[in-house]
């Protein structure tokens, strides 16, 4: 029996997660390594408005009693009237795992209607067909140009500087909670990984007044924030020779910030921000420590558990085999 809770959380939060699902989808769809059948998942999921199953909120799976676990259904909309599997074949699609996925559908998930979307690389037997037409489902074709095509970015400015970025999203509501937090003071925050810390110190970074460092412990975090903050000069092995001291702002591996002490920052943000600082630490008018696992109190936190009750992680089921 779901809690009244999450029902009346469910009520009024069906729309602001699927807002939140839209833009995971128009940012998925950006992702050069997105494999095709991914691909046509979440351009599945923004044409009929239907949520990935392993997107799926805990409040949905607790009242209709299922798990994200695959077994046959790829999208489900949240009233659970409609499913939908997604199939990106060369060639001929089984009629076997049609009438599984209807079955599952309408037994299993109860749902009203059955979806299946293809890519026009796919071919349905005959029998499929006829399944199709006992069992009043529907299939739609999505054409290869349309879901191996990325949206188009959106331009946003700053300091007369443009970015590209995939889609300026509405803010979480715990990412506006944070950078009210900031505004109030919050100096050291703990947010659970995957909750947005970066969208923050990019917020943050287009209200500073004057130059700003991204501090990371890697030469990984390093190419990722570099997509976040393309008009920012980065500082690290291979880039050392080349510092653009003129630059809006500078991402910097910890090993590398010394190269940056005769700057004093208007921002630093230091990310993994539970380890300690970097010799020779270029010094700043503020500085944000952000990590998933401070050891120190934090000035504001957002853990994992709160992220899963939103909706803005995923729940987990743990498998534990048995052998006898």
Same mark, same amino acid.
């Given at each position: ?120 690389? @796919?071919?349905? /037997?005959?029998?499929?067909? +006829? %399944?199709?037409?006992? $069992?009043?489902?529907?299939? #739609? &074709? ?52 995957? @909750?947005?810390? /970066?969208?923050?110190?990019? +917020? %943050?970074?287009?209200? $500073?007044?004057?130059?700003? #460092? &991204? ?61 300690? %600082? ?7 008018? #503020? ?38």
């Amino acid at each position: 029996m779901p809690s009244p809770h999450r029902v009346q959380w469910a009520g009024k939060g069906a729309d602001a997660f699927m807002q939140r699902l839209r833009g995971l989808a128009y940012e998925a769809l950006t992702w050069a390594h997105l494999s095709d059948w991914q691909r046509l998942e979440w351009s599945a999921s923004l044409l009929l408005d239907v949520v990935p199953m392993k997107e799926l909120p805990p409040w949905f799976l607790e009242k209709h009693n299922v798990t994200r676990r695959d077994i046959g259904v790829d999208l489900l909309d949240l009233d659970g009237a409609r499913a939908v599997q997604c199939k990106c074949y060369n060639g001929t699609v089984p009629s076997a795992q049609i009438r599984h996925f209807i079955r599952v559908a309408r037994w299993i998930f109860k749902a009203q209607q059955c979806i299946l979307v293809t890519s026009s690389s @796919s071919r349905l /037997t005959n029998s499929s067909a +006829e %399944l199709f037409t006992d $069992a009043t489902a529907r299939h #739609l &074709v999505i054409s290869d140009e349309q879901f191996k095509q990325p949206p188009a970015p959106v331009r946003v400015a700053r300091g007369g500087s443009k970015r590209d970025i995939a889609l300026q999203q509405p803010l979480r509501p715990c990412q506006k909670a944070c950078l009210e937090a900031c505004a109030n003071g919050a100096r050291v925050i703990e947010m659970a990984c995957g @909750s947005g810390k /970066t969208r923050v110190m990019r +917020e %943050l970074a287009d209200s $500073a007044i004057g130059q700003v #460092l &991204v501090l990371v412990p890697s030469h990984i975090l390093l190419s990722q924030f570099a997509a976040t903050f393309p008009t920012f000069c980065l500082v690290g092995t291979g880039y050392n020779h080349d510092i653009n001291w003129r630059s809006p702002g500078f991402v910097a591996v910890y090993d590398s910030a010394h190269l940056l002490s005769n700057i004093t920052f208007d921002h630093i943000y230091v990310d993994e921000g539970h380890h300690l %600082l970097p010799e020779e630490c270029p010094t700043a008018r #503020l500085m944000y420590y952000f990590s998933a696992t401070h050891s120190m109190q934090p000035d504001f936190e957002y853990s994992m558990g709160s992220a899963i009750e939103d909706g803005v992680l995923c729940d987990y089921d743990v498998s534990i085999p048995i052998v006898t």
